[in-house]
């Protein structure tokens, strides 16, 4: 098993452009999200998805698209990039979006938006 | 509100020494789920360890142990006999219940910590 899969692992945008990360998972779970991870804030929770087609906002949506047309992929999408967007994106899957699950995280994804 | 806070931002010690880092957290909730994950200079999250809001035994997985106290809503992490290995941000999370199966995780600030040897 591969885990969670995250790329780029590295990415550099100018302000305004449009780009997708990709995540992929390979434990068949129903859930995945998506995090930023800023210094001394923790990890914040950006969209996150109880299974195939249903998709919901986290704490910190804007600016961030998602879909969920397979149980695997979860992709993220900015589609005007803004400084304010730098950031490490960490997408996770678990078995279901219960509490109790533990989740994965993939290997982030680096962004700087100049 | 919900809430985590790592107070510790950064510990250095040198190899050998025990060092523990500190979580409280905050929430309504009386059942919820506690976490600890692991962020290596690689910078990967790794998971650590799980605690239910019902089972306040601590546990002890080689020279990690975790003590978990409903009284002062604390859930703080012992390394005992550091590593250089041992360098990483460590955060703690939590996940309530009544979260209505969004599967948000609550994430203090982290904790960096370096092992000298």
């Given at each position: 098993?591969?885990?969670?899969?995250?790329?780029?692992?590295?990415?550099?945008?100018?302000?305004?452009?449009?780009?997708?990360?990709?995540?992929?998972?390979?434990?068949n779970h129903?859930?995945?999200?998506?995090?930023?991870?800023?210094?001394?804030?923790g990890?914040?929770?950006?969209?996150y998805?109880?299974?195939?087609?249903?998709?919901d906002?986290?704490?910190?949506?804007?600016?961030?698209?998602?879909?969920r047309?397979?149980?695997?992929?979860f992709?993220?999408?900015?589609?005007?990039?803004?400084?304010s967007?730098?950031?490490?994106?960490f997408?996770?899957?678990?078995?279901?979006?219960?509490s109790?699950?533990?989740?994965?995280?993939?290997?982030?994804?680096?962004?700087?938006?100049? | 509100?919900?809430?985590?806070?790592?107070a510790?931002?950064?510990?250095?010690v040198?190899?050998?020494?025990?060092?523990?880092?500190?979580c409280?957290?905050?929430?309504?909730?009386?059942?919820?789920y506690?976490f600890?994950?692991?962020?290596?200079?690689?910078?990967?999250?790794?998971?650590l360890?799980?605690?239910?809001?019902?089972?306040?035994?601590?546990?002890?997985?080689?020279?990690?142990?975790?003590?978990f106290?409903?009284?002062?809503?604390?859930f703080?992490?012992?390394?005992?006999a550091?590593q250089?290995v041992?360098?990483?941000?460590y955060?703690c999370?939590?996940?309530?219940w009544?979260?209505?199966?969004?599967?948000?995780?609550?994430?203090?600030?982290?904790?960096?910590?370096?092992?000298?040897p």
């Open positions: 098993n591969a885990g969670v899969t995250q790329t780029p692992k590295f990415q550099v945008l100018k302000t305004g452009q449009s780009m997708t990360l990709q995540c992929a998972q390979d434990m129903e859930y995945m999200s998506w995090y930023r991870q800023d210094p001394g804030m990890l914040r929770l950006i969209h998805s109880v299974g195939a087609g249903i998709t906002q986290g704490e910190v949506p804007n600016g961030y698209n998602v879909s047309s397979t149980t695997e992929d992709p993220l999408r900015l589609l005007s990039a803004a400084p967007q730098t950031s490490v994106y997408c996770a899957s678990s078995r279901t979006g219960g109790q699950e533990t989740q994965y995280f993939g290997p982030g994804t680096r962004l700087l938006v100049l | 509100a919900q809430k985590v806070t790592q510790q931002t950064e510990i250095s040198v190899e050998k020494e025990d060092v523990t880092l500190d409280v957290y905050e929430t309504r909730d009386t059942t919820y506690l600890w994950y692991k962020q290596p200079p690689s910078g990967e999250l790794v998971f360890i799980r605690r239910n809001s019902f089972d306040e035994q601590n546990e002890i997985s080689g020279r990690y142990s975790w003590n106290q409903k009284s002062t809503s604390s703080n992490f012992t390394i005992t550091s250089v041992d360098s990483a941000v955060f999370a939590l996940s309530e009544g979260s209505s199966n969004t599967g948000k995780l609550i994430f203090g600030q982290g904790t960096t910590l370096q092992v000298k």
